[in-house]
């Protein structure tokens, strides 16, 4: 249907920043650039991925923040950040004494976030929150994920090749090595303890639950509680779903396939009574919908 007159598509062959030519893996439809070393846009991303809500969550650091730093030369890559200190960041644009010690104070708040969020916040390819919590689950340490061959990673739960292969590509690389060495050097959460590990209780052992319509419980609290009991939270309603935790203002399009698959259905009460939590001692104020 293109007209007779149109020009091909020119597609680029460098990355418009720093013209490194682009490549494709095989099998993958995207080109990219491999320059993520010395890329402007993509050091600056990852350290914005690295600071995000769901992973360090760094209190009074921002995209336009990380921008200032990394065009100032303070930090090139999120490892730099547990180096700054007030003095070098007071001079920058709409940065007053109170945002700066706002900026400090939240890094350091940082190393007391758990292993789960700090491997995801790494920016491993595929290694995404799920991932995370698989792998650092199962090996309980960033040194025996980083040592694990790729059968013994392709041996957890939903982890494939590719993840493997790149989580094998990731710790065989020298720079990123280096990150994590200072990384540690700062004192970030590189494993978790037995205790930590291990799930409160064994009720849902085996069970795919869905979280939806809006609850009492807050999000993170009410998956924290069905994976601590043995359960995997599902992402959609199958027919490999065993519970449907029904909220207020669920879409009936949920229920009707629930109902068609057969799917038991519960409310945040009997869920809290079938882990024996019914005193629900471990939920947060504020409705908040999950799904």
């Known amino acids: 249907m293109r007209p007779k007159d149109a020009l091909p598509v020119v597609y680029p062959s460098h990355c418009p920043v720093c013209e490194t030519p682009l490549i494709r893996k095989e099998g993958e439809a995207q080109h990219y650039c491999p320059n993520d070393k010395g890329c402007a846009p993509q050091l600056k991303a990852k350290i914005e991925h690295f600071i995000g809500r769901k992973m360090m969550n760094i209190d009074g650091l921002g995209a336009e923040t990380v921008e200032q730093l990394f065009d100032a030369g303070l930090i ?3 490892s730099d950040l547990y180096d700054l200190t007030k003095e070098q960041v007071l001079p920058l644009e709409r940065m007053a004494e109170k945002s700066a010690n706002k900026l400090i104070e939240g890094i350091e708040a940082s190393k007391n976030i758990d292993f789960p969020k700090v491997l995801f916040a790494l920016g491993i ?17 960033l040194d025996i994920i980083q040592n694990a061959t790729l059968e013994e990673l392709i041996a957890v739960d939903e982890i494939g090749d590719r993840i493997a292969e790149s989580l094998i590509e990731y ?9 994590i060495q200072k990384l540690k050097a700062a004192g970030l959460q590189f494993e978790i303890s037995e205790d930590d590990a291990a799930p409160v209780g064994n009720a849902l052992e085996g069970k795919t639950i869905v979280v939806s319509g809006t609850f009492n419980m ?20 199958s027919s490999k779903t065993d519970y449907l ?47």
């Open 245 to 291: 935790i029904c909220g207020e203002s669920m879409g009936p399009a949920k229920l009707k396939k629930a109902e068609d698959l057969g799917i038991t259905m519960i409310s945040e009460n009997e869920f809290l009574a079938l882990i024996g939590n019914a005193s629900g001692e471990q939920q947060e104020k504020g409705q908040v919908s999950l799904f």
């Open 76 to 78: 090139s890559n999120f």
């Open 171 to 179: 710790f065989s690389d020298e720079y990123n090595l280096q990150i």
């Open 218 to 237: 807050a999000r993170d609290a009410m998956k924290n509680l069905i994976e601590s009991n043995g359960g995997k939270v599902g992402s959609s309603i």
């Open 125 to 141: 390819r595929y290694v995404g929150e799920t991932v995370a919590k698989k792998l650092a689950k199962h090996f309980k340490s």
